[in-house]
T-cell receptor, first 113, second 115 residues
C-alpha cells in the first residue's frame, strides 16, 4: 500500500536554529514528492517538489529537500529558521500526474523568537 | 485573482442536514480533488475527478457525493451530516500533464462544524 510517514509530529526550535523534518514514503514505481506548508488559518502552499533529476531540490523561502532513493526519504531542511516559519508541514507523494496525493501526518513546527 | 476558490469559508449546521460546498478553479486544470483535514490536521484524499472520470477513495461514506457541472467546478454534497463530518475540507486542482510544472493548487478550505 502507498504511504507517507513523518516521524516528527511536533518540533520546537529557536530562531536561527537549523531544521530537518523527516519524510519517508512507500510507493511502487516512479514517485513524485512534495512538501507543502500550512500557515495558521491558511491553505496549503507548495514549498518544493521532486520529479526527477538532481535529488537536491531547492524551494521557496530558503527551504530545500533531498531525495534519497535508497532510504525512501525526502527530508526537508532549512539552515536557519525564522519565527515566520511557524506552521504545519506536510510531505506528500503520488506516482503520476493527476493522481491523488498521499499525505504524511504533518509536522507542527513552532519557532520561538 | 484567486486560483482555487471555495464557498462558503465557514459552515455550521445540525446533524441530519444536507449541505454543499462549492469549488471553482480558474487555472484551466483538468483534474480536481477534495481532501478532508481532521482536527489533528491529518489530510486525506476523498475524491479525484478528471474529465468526468471519478475516482473515489473507498473509505469515504456514500453520503458524500462530488458533482462536477464542468471542468472548472467540483462541488461536494453531503447528505445526512454527522458529528464526525466536522473538519476542514480542501478543494485542489492540477494539470494532467506530468513534469516540473505539475503541482496541486489548494483552495482556502471550508471549515464545516456539525452540531
Amino acid at each position: 500500500a502507498q504511504s507517507v510517514s513523518q516521524h516528527n509530529h511536533h518540533v520546537i526550535l529557536s530562531e536561527a536554529a537549523s531544521l530537518e523534518l523527516g519524510c519517508n514514503y512507500s510507493y511502487g514505481g516512479t514517485v513524485n514528492l512534495f512538501w507543502y506548508v500550512q500557515y495558521p488559518g491558511q491553505h496549503l502552499q507548495l514549498l518544493l517538489k521532486y520529479f526527477s533529476g538532481d535529488p537536491l531540490v531547492k524551494g521557496i523561502k530558503g527551504f530545500e529537500a533531498e531525495f534519497i532513493k535508497s532510504k525512501f526519504s525526502f527530508n526537508l531542511r532549512k539552515p536557519s529558521v525564522q519565527w515566520s516559519d511557524t506552521a504545519e508541514y506536510f510531505c506528500a507523494a503520488n506516482n503520476n500526474a493527476g493522481n491523488m496525493l498521499t499525505f504524511g501526518g504533518g509536522t507542527r513546527l513552532m519557532v520561538k523568537p | 485573482d484567486t486560483a482555487v476558490s471555495q464557498t462558503p469559508k465557514y459552515l455550521v449546521t445540525q446533524m441530519g442536514n444536507d449541505k454543499s460546498i462549492k469549488c471553482e478553479q480558474n487555472l484551466g486544470h483538468d483534474t480536481m480533488y477534495w481532501y478532508k483535514q481532521d482536527s489533528k490536521k491529518f489530510l486525506k484524499i476523498m475524491f479525484s475527478y478528471n474529465n468526468k472520470e471519478l475516482i473515489i477513495n473507498e473509505t469515504v461514506p456514500n453520503r458524500f457525493s462530488p458533482k462536477s457541472p464542468d471542468k472548472a467546478h467540483l462541488n461536494l454534497h453531503i447528505n445526512s451530516l454527522e458529528l464526525g463530518d466536522s473538519a476542514v475540507y480542501f478543494c485542489a486542482s492540477s494539470p494532467l500533464i506530468a513534469g516540473p510544472s505539475y503541482e496541486q493548487y489548494f483552495g482556502p478550505g471550508t471549515r464545516l462544524t456539525v452540531t
